[in-house]
């Protein structure tokens, strides 16, 4: 792989670190939407403020703001009158609103050249186990948005890997989502290559497929610290309950980390080489689920430990505004990774395996 030169000091004060994280080779993505932002011209507005390179969303974000504001009133209304069931129903306005988006980041994916400005729909969640069930959505999606920005958002299970590479093959971008172990994180990367390779064969471009791997971070603190306080209270003396709580937060960006370094492994070498040479570009690893959880975290921590080349970060609008205000821009993804595995065998230590 490539390497890009990117600075690694940290930015100046008077500068929004927002903006910084482009330079340092992170795209920054908005995990939000909802009408309102569309209509009032909000959304395009933060796109300018923030420098907002996509936008991800889900049906529990599609949910929240369809049953939480009366941006959808009418639109439901007349859904209701046509009597279209709920399934079609919400299809409908999510297709909608991601055509919208997808042309509001019309701009940033040209002058990206189709590297940047995707907005993700996902696939339903109920398609989890069912491959073709998967590739036939997928494929309906893609046909109902028409917008060559568009990324379909798969999840990484065993049904759907094998979607993942067809849907690549096809010439689809993907969104490869609900990841969070690098076992799991290997066959996606495998997925994206094999799909790619198959592509090439066929006598296929190869330079408008992108992807992303969603690599999920805050979760896996909050699990893993749920456990490390049981392992507290249960241990046999003071020293052992100590260590385990001060190990309390450091699973998730260790994890993260170590994703980063096989993603450097895989995207070098003679095999992605020849992929490269015909136009492919990286499978860029994706930080999601982003905002702390925990109060007794910095607010930006999942932000400012993962910042690095060919990294995007998608995150809610209040850790947006958090690090724009008080957010530290610095290479970090590759920094410390011997830490980071030393992190990983206390926990295995523990009893906890990644």
């Known amino acids: 792989m490539a390497e890009t030169k990117h600075p690694t000091d940290a930015v100046p004060d008077d500068r929004n670190p927002l903006h910084e994280l482009h330079a340092l080779g992170q795209s920054v993505w908005l995990d939000y939407i909802r009408r309102g932002i569309l209509d009032n011209g909000e959304l395009e507005e933060m796109i300018r403020r923030y420098d907002l390179r996509g936008v991800t969303s889900n049906p529990s974000i599609f949910e929240q703001a369809i049953g939480d504001s009366t941006d959808y009133d009418d639109a439901v209304g007349e859904l209701a009158a046509s ?32 590297h940047d400005g995707f907005v993700s729909l996902e696939v339903s969640p109920e398609l989890a186990h069912d491959t073709q069930g998967t590739l ?24 759907g890997i094998p979607a993942i590479e067809q849907l690549l093959a096809d010439g689809f971008n993907v969104n490869i989502t609900l990841l969070f172990s690098v076992k799991n994180y290997e066959q996606v990367m495998e997925a994206y290559l094999r799909g790619l390779e198959r592509r090439q064969q066929a006598g296929q471009p190869l330079d408008r497929v992108a992807s992303v791997a969603s690599f999920f971070v805050s979760r896996v603190d909050s699990a893993v610290d749920a456990q490390l306080e ?6 046999a003396d003071d020293g052992a309950a100590a260590l385990a709580r001060a190990m309390s937060g450091k699973a998730a960006v260790a994890n993260a980390k170590l994703a980063y370094e096989r ?12 992929l490269a040479s015909a136009g492919a570009r990286v499978q860029r690893p994706l930080w999601a689920s982003t905002s702390t959880k925990s109060p007794a975290y910095r607010d930006v921590i999942y932000v400012e430990e993962l910042i690095g080349p060919h990294t995007v970060n998608t995150m809610p609008l209040n850790t947006v505004e958090a690090f724009a205000d008080h957010g530290v821009a610095r290479r970090t993804v590759d920094q410390d990774v011997e830490t980071a595995h030393q992190d990983l065998r ?8 990644m």
């Open 346 to 353: 206390t926990l295995a230590d523990l009893g906890i395996d």
């Open 136 to 159: 036939n959505e997928a494929r309906r999606l893609r046909e109902a948005v028409d917008r060559p920005n568009l990324m379909i958002k798969v999840p990484g299970t065993e049904a």
């Open 230 to 235: 049981k392992i507290a209270l249960a241990a």
């Open 83 to 114: 009597q279209a069931g709920a399934s079609a129903a919400y299809e409908s306005l999510a297709v909608e609103d991601i055509r919208r988006a997808c042309d509001l980041f019309r701009g940033v994916y040209d002058s990206a050249e189709g």
């Open 263 to 274: 993603f450097a492994q895989v995207f070098s070498g003679a095999r992605w080489e020849r």
